[in-house]
């Protein structure tokens, strides 16, 4: 079973920026597509951005324009580039693999706090 392991999160003002990284330990490029989602505290878990195997990438509306998806398959590696953050992107990021536009493999990892706050 492929692991996947979020990683980048941290503390930054509103306006800054963060990578996040999502590390598979194995190949992801017959994968339909790989997520990321997150969950704010008292919230549901949400669908923030998707790429697909060919490269198409699709956006919740709350991030569109700032942040960006982007795969590196040689290194089995899923980028979440955030910019011009706000305290409402505060979450635990996770990214997850999708078998079809749906269906969702594997399970929930650790993964990464990011926190927006002055």
């Known amino acids: 079973q492929v692991q996947l392991v979020e990683s980048g999160g941290g503390l930054v003002q509103p306006g800054e920026s963060l990578r996040l990284s999502c590390a598979a330990s194995g190949s992801i490029s017959s994968i339909y597509a790989m997520g990321w989602y997150r969950q704010a505290p008292g919230k549901q878990r949400e669908l923030v951005a998707r790429?697909?195997?060919?490269?198409?990438?699709d956006y919740a509306d709350s991030v569109k324009g700032r942040f960006t998806i982007s795969r590196d398959d040689a290194k089995n590696t899923v980028y979440l580039q955030m910019n011009s953050l706000k305290p409402e992107d505060t979450a635990v990021y996770y990214c997850?693999?999708?078998?079809?536009?749906?269906?969702?493999?594997?399970?929930w990892g650790q993964g990464t706090q990011v926190t927006v706050s002055s």
């Open positions: 790429i697909s195997s060919g490269g198409s990438t």
């Open positions: 997850r693999r999708f078998m079809s536009a749906s269906l969702l493999i594997g399970s």
